[in-house]
């Protein structure tokens, strides 16, 4: 099975830069994703690795070291509408591409 | 736009009483999923389907917890008898899943609330 480990809660500054951090043990690791999920909605995609290395996309980057069973979601110049919760998923080889979810880490902006 | 589509959004039942959400996934999707989401548990894959066959459901109560596809264009999971335990929100996601790859995307949501 999994195990998905990321930070419960983080508060951070708008405008500020803040990492959030995910690490996993797998057996047969497959990929790993990043949903952002606003209070009472629907969990969107924002980034997908299975290479090691950092993928970007605007604001926001992700990077994986498959070695490490490491994974960070990094949030640039933040934005009051950033606070969300941020969850980390793994999918692994030959399990019909389910994603098992972390618990999410709940990230506050402040003014 | 393409999305997913569930219903009810919201469904407040007494304990014993059966309860069946609905999902329509993204047309050309092979791929569906029933997640359960709480505080406590996170978002917890409870049955996915392949072209409409069954892959796992190993993450469903079998007593009480049934999910079928009659057509590729809906999704049920069943709760029968419902229990205050079972009070959570109900995702349903859809993916064009091949050789394990795809992302997944999620509909709003059905909160259910077992009195």
């Known amino acids: 099975g999994q195990n998905i480990d990321q930070p419960t809660e983080m508060t951070a500054t708008e405008g500020a830069i803040v990492q959030i951090n995910c690490t996993y043990q797998?057996?047969?690791?497959?990929?790993l994703f990043w949903y952002q999920q606003h209070a009472g909605e629907a969990p969107t995609f924002l980034s997908y690795?299975?290479?090691?290395g950092l993928e970007e996309k605007g604001r926001f980057s992700s990077f994986l070291s498959r070695s490490k069973g490491y994974s960070y979601l990094l949030l640039k110049e933040l934005q009051m509408k950033d606070s969300a919760s941020y969850l980390c998923?793994?999918?692994?080889?030959?399990?019909?591409?389910?994603?098992?979810f972390g618990q999410g880490t709940e990230l506050s902006v402040k003014p | 736009d393409a999305r997913v589509t569930q219903t009810p959004r919201h469904k407040v039942t007494e304990m014993g009483q059966e309860v069946t959400m609905r999902c329509q996934p993204i047309l050309g999707h092979n791929t569906v999923f029933w997640y359960r989401q709480t505080m406590m548990q996170g978002l917890e894959l409870l049955a996915y389907?392949?072209?409409?066959?069954?892959?796992?459901d190993s993450g469903m109560p079998k007593d009480r917890f049934s999910a079928e596809m009659p057509d590729a264009t809906l999704a049920t999971l069943k709760i029968q008898p419902s229990e205050p335990r079972d009070s959570a929100v109900y995702f349903c996601?859809?993916?064009?899943?091949?050789?394990?790859?795809?992302?997944?995307?999620f509909g709003e949501g059905s909160r259910l609330t077992v009195l």
């Open positions: 998923a793994v999918r692994e080889y030959n399990q019909g591409g389910k994603l098992i």
């Open positions: 690795n299975v290479l090691d």
């Open positions: 389907f392949r072209n409409r066959a069954p892959l796992d």
């Open positions: 797998t057996s047969g690791f497959n990929g």
């Open positions: 996601a859809s993916g064009f899943i091949t050789g394990d790859t795809g992302e997944l995307f």
